[in-house]
């Protein structure tokens, strides 16, 4: 079996290439039907603006996430729009990592379950945060089971 960096690689070009698509799909096929950008995704990086500015993220209307979200997503303003599908997605794919190094080598295997997962990948280059958080658990997780001198890292 390849490594887990090398299947970690692969899943970040599917990433990639699946924000191209929904970039391409947004404006092409979308026509006055759903797009492929999640909305709340939209409503975070106008957010944004306002940190930018010194004011709070809730001044946008239906914003009802952490404000540290809005100023991850601020580089979506003069970066890239898609800073923040990145960032999920390379979340995602540290997901697929995290099992893989919590799980005993003879199980490691699994972590490709994560890794080649259409939902998560589409959730994440939809611009959906939830990588995020499942990449916070599992690194308490995984701290966790390094050693008892790191177990403070958990939480």
């Not at 003879?106 to 958080?133: D, H």
């Amino acid at each position: 079996m390849a490594s887990l960096i090398v299947h970690a690689i692969v899943s970040l070009i599917i990433h990639i290439l699946l924000i191209l698509y929904g970039e391409f799909y947004d404006k092409d096929l979308a026509g006055d039907g759903p797009l492929y950008t999640d909305i709340d995704y939209r409503v975070v990086t106008d957010a944004s603006k306002y940190v930018l500015q010194n004011e709070s993220p809730y001044r946008r209307t239906t914003y009802r996430y952490t404000p540290l979200l809005a100023y991850l997503l601020t580089p979506n303003l003069f970066l890239d729009e898609h800073w923040g599908k990145l960032i999920f997605s390379i979340c995602d794919v540290f997901v697929g990592l995290l099992i893989g190094w919590i799980l005993p080598i003879q199980q490691q295997k699994y972590a490709l379950i994560w890794f080649y997962n259409p939902m998560s990948a589409v959730i994440a280059t939809r611009g959906s945060y939830e990588s995020i958080v499942a990449v916070i658990v599992l690194a308490m997780l995984y701290n966790a089971k390094q050693s008892n001198e790191r177990t403070w890292l958990t939480g």
